[in-house]
């Protein structure tokens, strides 16, 4: 059974803080990793995509990826209340469809 | 630019009736997935299709069927509603196969069986 495990938090920060969020995922060959942002009664949107190791910024947004750990994170800094959500983090792990496996996400509260 | 569109966003059923959701893209793409939410939980996969005529099951397929006649159209059927089936549904599409290809999300259908 592949995995991917988030904290579900809630994880508050204050305004302007930088909020780190954490996701490991069990499969070794996984492929390729996205960052969703949902907030409370909407669908998913896709806000960052990593493939390689190291880290992606896009933004506000930076994606760390670690292979050899089986661990990627997601960086906003400047966090402001608009950014408070639930991050879901989804890790594609190859074969012949595409398919992913999605964490249980973290929410996350920015306090002006 | 419609993308992604579900129908309805909300419905009430009894148990044991039966319902369709419906979901139709128009970007032309040949991946198309259900999954299901349920509070607190991440997405699960329900069915997927690679194509019209080719679909397949996902984690979570009991108590559902799908059909995908059109590239455009990939309708999911609850026949024997039941309470574990309360959910928000939502519909998503790529443009094609492999790693890199993010998902399309539609709003969701919320159904609440009792």
């Known amino acids: 059974q592949k995995e991917v495990e988030q904290n579900s938090g809630p994880l508050s920060v204050p305004e302007g803080a930088i909020a780190s969020l954490n996701c490991t995922y069990s499969?070794?060959?996984?492929?390729?990793f996205f960052w969703y942002r949902q907030y409370s009664g909407k669908s998913p949107e896709l806000i960052m995509s990593?493939?390689?190791?190291g880290d992606k910024e896009d933004g506000r947004f930076t994606a760390q990826l670690n292979k050899a750990s089986q661990y990627v994170s997601l960086l906003i800094r400047d966090s402001q209340p608009s950014d408070s959500a639930t991050y879901l983090c989804a890790v594609f792990s190859g074969g012949s469809n595409y398919k992913l496996t999605f964490g249980k996400g973290t929410l996350l509260t920015v306090n002006p | 630019n419609a993308g992604v569109t579900q129908t309805p966003k909300f419905r009430i059923l009894k148990i044991g009736q039966s319902m369709t959701l419906q979901c139709a893209q128009d970007m032309n793409h040949n991946y198309m997935y259900w999954y299901r939410q349920d509070p607190g939980m991440g997405l699960k996969l329900i069915y997927y299709s690679v194509g019209a005529g080719i679909t397949d099951k996902g984690e979570v397929p009991n108590g559902y069927n799908v059909s995908r006649s059109t590239t455009e159209d990939f309708p999911l059927r609850l026949e024997l509603a039941a309470p574990s089936q309360t959910s928000v549904y939502f519909c998503?599409?790529?443009?094609?196969?492999?790693?890199?290809?993010?998902?399309?999300f539609g709003d969701g259908t919320r159904l609440s069986i009792l």
């Open positions: 499969d070794r060959v996984s492929q390729s």
């Open positions: 990593i493939y390689s190791n």
């Open positions: 998503a599409s790529t443009v094609g196969q492999g790693a890199y290809q993010p998902q399309h």
